[in-house]
């Protein structure tokens, strides 16, 4: 049985990828601080499913309470648990609440990593995949984006620090030798997500009649990727740990690093679709008209990302593929039956 240690389990996409490890039968050592940066509730709920999962066997789940940036925590769980791969996931999210909290991205996003790297250190795993965003990639206008490109040109906080994290995993690989994948993530949909994410925002308000807000008058495309195909991507990614070229020579489209166990893969559908196109299939799912209110775009937000994965595709075989209409649909159907039983504010 494998153990794997994931940071920030009962977020979105930590929930939905313990889950699957566990129906694969790993150990999972489930670590969140179970913050209030949206409904607890919906994280504890998320992490009871976890333990409902791991009782019906054949995975097992460990639950831990904690913040990553406390120190040698994560040093003693490493120790404690000697985990074959560790997932880090854990991290204050959102664009716009960086421009506002900025010192919470700074806590969690630099000296959580940098938590997670010391105890690496003393304690490696056989390989770590830490979380980045498709945020990393800024001012880029050349798409679709590919990691060998150059993202030096951070337009909010957040992505400055999950950048920054990149930098810092890359030394501790090439000082330590410790095996490191960054992912990026192209915005990541589906149940039991985010309800400061725009599918629940959307959802909510037009349920309930009221008017959403359109930024930048709905000019925008994003690359939406559905979490099950993401999850999945992630697993597969466990098994292509990098290795340090011992020539120094990157094989052509490898984002590799020259001097480290190091490498940075894009996680997202290769497909960007237009926030009207998003919209319009939320009101498919919902059968519902949605009210527009037609704003500028946000301070820090970008008006397009495109993933190219090739690389993705390359090293797992798997790329994701579920549809708009699709994943929206699945999404709409959960948020029913949730708010059903629960008011998720």
Same mark, same amino acid.
């Given at each position: 049985?494998q153990?794997?240690?994931?940071?920030?389990s009962?977020?979105?996409?930590?929930f939905?990828?313990?889950?699957?490890?566990?129906?694969?039968?790993?150990?999972?050592?489930?670590?969140?601080?179970?913050s209030?940066?949206?409904?607890?509730?919906l994280k504890?709920?998320?992490?009871?499913?976890?333990?409902?999962?791991?009782?019906a066997g054949?995975?097992q789940?460990l639950?831990?309470t904690g913040?990553?940036?406390?120190?040698?925590l994560?040093?003693?769980?490493?120790?404690?648990?000697?985990p074959?791969y560790?997932?880090?996931?854990?991290?204050?999210a959102g664009?716009?609440h960086?421009?506002e909290?900025?010192?919470?991205?700074?806590?969690?996003?630099?000296?959580?990593t940098?938590?997670?790297?010391e105890?690496?250190?003393?304690?490696?795993p056989?390989?770590?995949?830490?979380?980045?965003?498709?945020?990393?990639?800024g001012?880029n206008?050349?798409?679709?984006?590919?990691e060998?490109?150059?993202?030096?040109?951070?337009?909010?906080?957040?992505?400055?620090?999950?950048k920054?994290?990149?930098h810092?995993?890359?030394?501790?690989?090439?000082l330590?030798?410790l095996?490191?994948?960054m992912?990026?993530?192209f915005?990541?949909?589906?149940?039991?997500?985010?309800p400061?994410?725009?599918l629940?925002?959307?959802t909510k308000?037009?349920?309930?009649?009221?008017?959403?807000?359109?930024?930048?008058?709905?000019n925008?495309?994003r690359?939406?990727?559905?979490v099950?195909d993401?999850?999945?991507?992630?697993r597969?990614?466990?098994?292509?740990?990098?290795?340090?070229?011992?020539?120094?020579?990157?094989?052509?489209?490898?984002s590799?690093s020259?001097?480290?166990?190091?490498?940075? !893969?894009?996680?997202? #559908?290769?497909? &960007?679709?237009?926030l009207? =196109?998003?919209? /319009?299939?939320?009101?498919? *799912? +919902?059968?519902r !008209?949605a009210?527009? #209110?037609?704003m &500028?775009?946000?301070?820090? =937000?970008v008006? /397009?990302?495109w993933?190219? *994965? +090739?690389l993705?595709?390359?090293l797992?075989g798997?790329v994701p593929?579920?549809?708009? =209409?699709?994943?929206?649909?699945?999404?709409?159907q959960?948020?029913r039956?949730?708010?059903?039983?629960e008011?998720?504010h």
């Amino acid at each position: 049985m494998q153990t794997v240690l994931v940071t920030g389990s009962a977020g979105f996409i930590g929930f939905h990828l313990s889950m699957l490890l566990l129906r694969q039968g790993a150990r999972v050592i489930g670590l969140d601080a179970f913050s209030d940066y949206y409904d607890v509730r919906l994280k504890e709920q998320r992490h009871a499913l976890l333990s409902e999962a791991a009782a019906a066997g054949p995975g097992q789940f460990l639950p831990v309470t904690g913040r990553i940036e406390t120190p040698g925590l994560l040093g003693d769980l490493l120790s404690s648990h000697n985990p074959d791969y560790v997932i880090h996931l854990a991290a204050q999210a959102g664009v716009r609440h960086s421009i506002e909290h900025p010192r919470a991205y700074l806590e969690s996003n630099l000296i959580g990593t940098f938590e997670l790297l010391e105890a690496a250190r003393a304690h490696p795993p056989r390989h770590m995949l830490l979380a980045s965003t498709s945020s990393a990639y800024g001012a880029n206008s050349e798409m679709p984006y590919r990691e060998d490109q150059k993202a030096d040109h951070q337009m909010s906080f957040y992505a400055a620090t999950k950048k920054s994290t990149e930098h810092m995993a890359h030394s501790y690989a090439h000082l330590f030798d410790l095996p490191v994948t960054m992912f990026r993530f192209f915005t990541v949909y589906g149940p039991w997500g985010r309800p400061d994410m725009a599918l629940f925002k959307f959802t909510k308000a037009i349920l309930e009649g009221r008017p959403i807000d359109v930024y930048n008058h709905g000019n925008m495309q994003r690359d939406f990727t559905y979490v099950e195909d993401l999850v999945e991507a992630i697993r597969r990614l466990m098994a292509a740990v990098p290795e340090r070229p011992e020539d120094g020579q990157v094989p052509a489209g490898d984002s590799l690093s020259p001097v480290a166990p190091f490498r940075v !893969v894009n996680i997202g #559908n290769s497909t &960007p679709v237009p926030l009207t =196109d998003y919209i /319009a299939a939320i009101e498919r *799912a +919902t059968g519902r !008209v949605a009210q527009r #209110n037609l704003m &500028p775009i946000q301070p820090g =937000d970008v008006p /397009a990302t495109w993933a190219d *994965a +090739t690389l993705l595709h390359r090293l797992t075989g798997y790329v994701p593929q579920t549809g708009i =209409d699709e994943g929206v649909a699945r999404f709409v159907q959960w948020y029913r039956d949730y708010t059903s039983t629960e008011d998720p504010h």
